[in-house]
């Protein structure tokens, strides 16, 4: 509804504009951030403050409201006042519910989309898993929050691509060819992800209590850069593949896709020369034998580029990736999203760029996560207090397997599975995407499994419930609104809102205002239900079609967070 009355004032306020003579810069966007809901209904559904006409039309915020109150058509509205500087809005219910209800019905899952995005191509970066290491729980944050944005993105009217990209080379991966080598060739090789991130974990061990073996796994990683050893090569070039490959379940299962998939194999000899380059144009300057970025006069520290053995960093790496980006995925803008203790480095990373004066380095950003804490406390892929994805969904499976018995003791093996991984994703997803992704969370796989509060598995709940009555439920019967009860108003009113929320996530990056909408929803929902029966009631027609909107709104939402809907729990 704001966006419909953010289109009559605009229009209003332009004929004004011409009348008086006068300029007025406001856009749409502009408008609708002003739109305001008074404190009582007595005031209106919607008011508009003109205070900021007053500068343009250059007499009191009071009397612009009674000019522009004069352009103003009352369709859809059942009374449009003024009351000082405010022009109040008093929505027809009955014929904006009506409205309302014809649209979700009639644009299902396209309804909340709209083209913010202007058809603007988006590199979206996330995920990042590196070969060699575990997949664990700190994967999912960022996972689950880049592929929810570029959901959003895409329901935005801009054209997304998916990128990913992993660390296939490095000094974590000389330590884990240099502990196979040393202490594990005797077992085969897997691809099993605990398999390969314990060898990594006792790789670090036994490097904290010898460090003179760093000396070994130093002369791998520079064998792994130049490719000058057979033997290692050819390990690194099996593992690598069965990382790879362990991968491929889980982003199923996290419902993910992507389009590209960057290495850091690959950007390695291009950010060498990259540093090199910096260097010779006095860009970048030697340090002790190290090429580095002196950053510290605009509060960014040293960043090191080359070691002084010449093997390159994450930081020269990171550099000819956003070049390669650049040539090979031309697009309006680039976004990358890390975990919150990169955050310094994409600075870093951020102010090379605008000093080398690359063409897209406005267009160039980063959105930062918050860490993932277990009531136990933080975890760490070195030293192997971490929670692998794989053990971790299971965990969160049986939590729901147990949940799905309690309510259909005798359901089908194969069915429950399906269920117990769904709720489970559900619970897994929205636990992390309801938050600011900002904030560090504290994750309760207990807590998150509920049927009951804020949790996924509530609101796959909801959309059971809703898609149970409307099987159940099936009528002949004219469609009849009469008076309107205050739990369907609040939940209309609420439906409405879905496209002003979806269109605020887009613009501040943040999946949790859908991920908090759609809970706002489910809990009007169930109130509704409990309050207005649907069948046999006199409005049994009209209560239905609420019924499929929300069921409607809410899969939108859902599908907007990377959470698929289940039509039975």
């Given at each position: 509804m704001?966006?419909?009355?953010?289109?009559?004032?605009?229009?209003?306020?332009?004929?004004?504009?011409?009348?008086?003579?006068?300029?007025?810069?406001?856009?749409?966007?502009?408008?609708?951030?002003?739109?305001?809901?008074?404190?009582?209904v007595?005031?209106?559904?919607?008011?508009?403050?003109?205070?900021?006409?007053s500068?343009?039309?250059?007499?009191a915020?009071?009397?612009?409201?009674?000019?522009?109150?004069?352009?103003?058509?009352?369709?859809?509205?059942?009374?449009?006042?003024?009351?000082?500087?405010?022009i109040?809005?008093?929505?027809?219910?009955n014929?904006?519910?009506l409205?309302?209800?014809?649209?979700?019905?009639?644009?299902?899952?396209?309804?909340?989309?709209?083209?913010?995005?202007?058809?603007?191509?988006?590199?979206?970066?996330?995920?990042?898993?590196?070969?060699?290491?575990?997949?664990?729980?700190?994967?999912?944050?960022?996972?689950?929050?880049?592929?929810?944005?570029?959901?959003?993105?895409?329901?935005?009217?801009?054209?997304?691509?998916?990128?990913?990209?992993?660390?296939?080379?490095?000094?974590?991966?000389?330590?884990?060819?240099?502990?196979?080598?040393?202490?594990?060739?005797?077992?085969?090789l897997?691809?099993?992800?605990?398999w390969?991130?314990?060898?990594?974990?006792?790789?670090?061990?036994?490097?904290?209590?010898?460090?003179?073996?760093?000396?070994?796994?130093?002369?791998?990683?520079?064998?792994?850069?130049?490719?000058?050893?057979k033997?290692?090569?050819?390990?690194?070039?099996?593992?690598?593949?069965?990382?790879?490959?362990?991968?491929?379940?889980?982003?199923?299962?996290?419902?993910?896709?992507?389009?590209?998939?960057?290495?850091?194999?690959?950007?390695?000899?291009?950010?060498?020369?990259?540093?090199?380059?910096?260097?010779?144009?006095?860009?970048?300057?030697?340090?002790?034998?190290?090429?580095?970025?002196?950053?510290?006069?605009?509060?960014?520290?040293?960043?090191v580029?080359?070691?002084?053995?010449?093997?390159?960093?994450?930081?020269?790496?990171?550099?000819?990736?956003?070049?390669?980006?650049?040539?090979?995925?031309?697009?309006?803008?680039?976004?990358?999203?890390?975990?919150?203790?990169?955050?310094?480095?994409?600075?870093?990373?951020?102010?090379t760029?605008?000093?080398m004066?690359?063409?897209?380095?406005?267009?160039?950003?980063?959105?930062?996560?918050?860490?993932?804490?277990?009531?136990?406390?933080?975890?760490?892929?070195?030293?192997?207090?971490?929670?692998?994805?794989s053990?971790?969904?299971?965990e969160?499976?049986?939590?729901?397997?147990?949940?799905?018995?309690?309510?259909?003791?005798?359901?089908?093996?194969?069915?429950?599975?399906?269920?117990?991984?769904?709720?489970?994703?559900?619970?897994?997803k929205?636990?992390?995407?309801?938050?600011?992704?900002?904030?560090?969370?504290?994750?309760?796989?207990?807590?998150?499994?509920?049927?009951?509060?804020?949790?996924?598995?509530?609101?796959?709940?909801?959309?059971?419930?809703?898609?149970?009555?409307?099987?159940?439920?099936?009528?002949?019967?004219?469609?009849?609104?009469?008076?309107?009860?205050?739990?369907?108003?609040?939940?209309?009113?609420?439906?409405?809102?879905?496209?002003?929320?979806?269109?605020?996530?887009?613009?501040?990056?943040?999946?949790?205002?859908?991920?908090?909408?759609?809970?706002?929803?489910?809990?009007?929902?169930?109130?509704?239900?409990?309050?207005c029966?649907?069948?046999?009631?006199?409005?049994?027609?009209?209560?239905?079609?609420?019924?499929?909107?929300?069921?409607?709104?809410?899969?939108?939402?859902?599908?907007?967070?990377?959470?698929?809907?289940?039509?039975?729990?």
């Amino acid at each position: 509804m704001k966006t419909e009355i953010a289109k009559l004032l605009f229009k209003a306020i332009k004929e004004e504009a011409k009348n008086q003579e006068v300029g007025v810069d406001l856009t749409e966007e502009k408008i609708i951030n002003l739109i305001e809901i008074p404190p009582s209904v007595e005031m209106g559904d919607y008011a508009f403050p003109c205070f900021i006409l007053s500068k343009y039309f250059k007499i009191a915020p009071q009397e612009v409201s009674i000019l522009i109150r004069k352009n103003l058509p009352t369709k859809n509205f059942s009374d449009i006042q003024t009351a000082g500087p405010y022009i109040n809005f008093f929505v027809d219910r009955n014929k904006s519910t009506l409205n309302l209800i014809k649209s979700i019905l009639k644009q299902k899952e396209k309804f909340g989309g709209s083209d913010v995005g202007g058809g603007d191509k988006v590199l979206i970066e996330f995920s990042q898993p590196n070969t060699h290491k575990a997949f664990h729980v700190g994967h999912i944050r960022g996972t689950s929050i880049g592929e929810s944005l570029s959901r959003i993105s895409e329901f935005s009217k801009n054209k997304v691509i998916r990128a990913n990209y992993s660390g296939d080379t490095g000094m974590h991966i000389a330590k884990w060819i240099w502990c196979y080598g040393k202490y594990h060739s005797r077992e085969k090789l897997k691809n099993d992800e605990s398999w390969i991130a314990s060898v990594y974990v006792d790789a670090v061990k036994r490097l904290a209590r010898n460090k003179k073996s760093q000396d070994e796994v130093n002369v791998i990683n520079q064998k792994i850069e130049n490719k000058s050893d057979k033997t290692i090569n050819r390990i690194w070039a099996k593992t690598r593949k069965l990382s790879i490959e362990s991968w491929k379940k889980i982003y199923q299962e996290l419902n993910t896709k992507f389009d590209v998939h960057f290495f850091e194999s690959e950007v390695e000899i291009p950010g060498r020369e990259i540093a090199l380059d910096l260097l010779k144009k006095g860009i970048a300057k030697k340090s002790e034998g190290a090429v580095i970025m002196d950053l510290r006069e605009y509060d960014r520290g040293v960043w090191v580029l080359l070691r002084k053995d010449g093997t390159v960093l994450y930081s020269a790496k990171d550099i000819a990736l956003a070049e390669k980006k650049y040539k090979k995925f031309l697009s309006d803008r680039y976004l990358v999203v890390v975990g919150d203790e990169q955050k310094f480095h994409f600075q870093q990373l951020v102010k090379t760029l605008e000093m080398m004066d690359v063409p897209f380095k406005d267009n160039y950003g980063f959105l930062p996560f918050g860490m993932i804490r277990f009531p136990t406390g933080k975890m760490s892929s070195r030293t192997g207090e971490n929670v692998l994805y794989s053990t971790f969904i299971e965990e969160v499976k049986k939590l729901a397997s147990k949940e799905v018995k309690k309510r259909e003791p005798k359901i089908r093996r194969g069915e429950l599975e399906k269920r117990s991984l769904g709720i489970s994703i559900a619970a897994i997803k929205y636990s992390m995407l309801k938050q600011d992704p900002k904030k560090i969370i504290i994750f309760n796989p207990k807590e998150s499994i509920s049927f009951e509060g804020n949790t996924g598995p509530y609101l796959l709940y909801s959309y059971a419930r809703a898609s149970s009555i409307l099987r159940k439920v099936k009528t002949k019967q004219m469609l009849r609104l009469g008076n309107l009860d205050e739990k369907e108003l609040e939940l209309i009113k609420s439906l409405s809102k879905f496209p002003e929320v979806v269109s605020n996530a887009y613009k501040n990056l943040n999946p949790s205002l859908i991920a908090n909408y759609a809970y706002e929803i489910s809990h009007l929902f169930n109130e509704f239900y409990h309050a207005c029966p649907v069948a046999n009631s006199k409005k049994e027609k009209f209560r239905i079609m609420l019924v499929e909107s929300f069921r409607i709104v809410l899969k939108n939402s859902l599908n907007l967070l990377g959470i698929d809907t289940l039509e039975k729990m």
